[in-house]
């Protein structure tokens, strides 16, 4: 291959695939909310889940929503990157979606538990890890609290998950404190914009 030919294909390369992981409750939907609008070149992947839908998410936009028996059908036809069960429900990404949105050249952002985040490591190495923290396990529990959309035995049950997620750290790439949601977003965006300038050969 030419130099020219070489430099074209490093330039139109596809998407980079981000995992962001972090304790429920941590902030993840307002980071990313707030990233996407500083980084047009990222899109969220719409993951699959069997919980009941809370006030005010939208189907196929904040989550595709569907059965048990419907996510055990697309598990068994292998339609999942990844799958987890995750404070009593199950959650999936969706393969095709992902690779589409890479082949389109944008970096595609997966906002999922540790367990999927492992698996997605395992599966694509190149893969960016995240890992969004409280400053504290008490502010945590303080923003559960405030969501006042889950049940108090759910917000029990999401601390204590806390404190196991938290144990994987080591295993991700980035440690992103969520104290201030304009300085974390700052570092996201440092973050993916660093990794976009990393010079790969994967095609
Ligand atoms: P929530 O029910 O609060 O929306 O999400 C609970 C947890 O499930 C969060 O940590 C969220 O990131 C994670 N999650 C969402 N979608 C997926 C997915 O497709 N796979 C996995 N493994 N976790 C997910």
């Known amino acids: 291959?030419?130099?020219?030919?070489?430099?074209?294909?490093?330039?139109?390369r596809k998407g980079i695939l981000?995992?962001?992981s972090g304790p429920s409750g941590v902030g993840k939907d307002t980071l990313l909310e707030r990233l996407e609008q500083v980084c047009p070149h990222i899109q969220r992947c719409v993951t699959y889940t069997t919980r009941e839908p809370r006030q005010g998410e939208r189907r196929g936009l904040d989550y595709n929503f569907v059965s048990e028996e419907e996510f055990r059908s697309m598990i068994a036809r292998g339609e999942f990157?990844?799958?987890?069960?995750?404070?009593?429900?199950?959650?999936?990404?969706?393969?095709?979606?992902?690779?589409a949105i890479r082949e389109k050249g944008i970096d595609v952002v997966l906002k999922i538990d540790v367990q999927g985040g492992l698996t997605v490591k395992q599966k694509v190495?190149?893969?960016?890890?995240?890992?969004?923290?409280?400053p504290s396990l008490e502010e945590l529990?303080?923003?559960?609290?405030?969501?006042?959309?889950d049940k108090e035995s759910d917000i029990k049950r999401r601390c204590k998950d806390a404190r196991k997620e938290l144990?994987?750290?080591?295993?991700?790439?980035?440690?992103?404190?969520?104290?201030?949601?304009?300085?974390?977003?700052?570092n996201l965006r440092a973050i993916i914009l660093a990794e976009r300038a990393r010079i790969r050969d994967d095609g």
Request: cysteine-free; aromatic content about 10%.
């Open 141 to 149: 529990e303080r923003r559960l609290r405030a969501r006042y959309t």
């Open 81 to 99: 990157l990844e799958f987890a069960r995750v404070h009593g429900h199950l959650y999936g990404t969706p393969l095709k979606e992902v690779l």
């Open 167 to 186: 144990e994987q750290i080591p295993q991700y790439d980035y440690l992103v404190i969520n104290d201030q949601i304009e300085s974390a977003v700052d």
């Open 125 to 134: 190495p190149e893969a960016i890890m995240i890992f969004v923290v409280p």
């Open 18 to 20: 981000i995992v962001l």
């Open 1 to 12: 291959m030419d130099l020219e030919a070489r430099l074209r294909k490093f330039m139109s």
